[in-house]
């Protein structure tokens, strides 16, 4: 549901698509073992757009691009294998998405493209689900070890429009669903 209080001048948004559980109740408490003070309000998910300033006027016209983005896409199948990390430029250790990363990437590519939309990102879009982030390097090497042999196999049918609170955590906005096709998890059953 689309919230219509919005009341500043400016806002920080973020889309991203939400891990079900078990895996995303796993991954979260992961993080949180890890010491990342961002688990406590951050779930684990896969960002299709990070944190974004637009003006709050625009969020409207965000939400219907973002439908519209949900209406042309297909549910599709993720696998998470493994972890990953992006040091020495970040300090971030992620679970790896193995499979589903072309339907993450067209995604992000149609969430970038709404006029109100100016995202500046210094890195290419690599989807994947962080576990540590701006921690001590052995919580972060910790976090390596410790899920490098997780697995998990889920269906992704929509994602959800964030928008960060007076307080800076994370709120939902809206959720966009996308649209429906059999499942790989379904077709092996």
Known sequence: ????????????????????????????AARLAAG???AA????????????????ADLPAIDRHLAEVAARHAAFTVRLRGTGTFRPLTQVVFV???????????????????????????????PHVTVAHNVAPERLDAAFADLAGYEAVFDVDGFALFEHDESGRWQPYAQYRLSSRRS????RR
């Open 1 to 28: 549901m689309l919230r219509t209080d919005v009341a500043r001048e400016e806002t920080t948004i973020g889309v991203a698509i939400d891990l079900p559980d078990p895996w995303g109740g796993e991954l979260t």
């Open 96 to 126: 790896a998405v193995a499979a589903g990363i072309s339907e993450c990437e067209r995604l992000h590519e149609a969430v970038l493209g709404a006029a109100a939309i100016e995202a500046v990102s210094s890195y290419p879009y690599h």
């Open 36 to 38: 990342d003070p961002a």
């Open 184 to 187: 790989a998890v379904d077709q």
């Open 41 to 56: 309000h951050v779930p684990a998910h896969v960002t299709l757009l990070g944190p974004t300033v637009v003006a709050a």
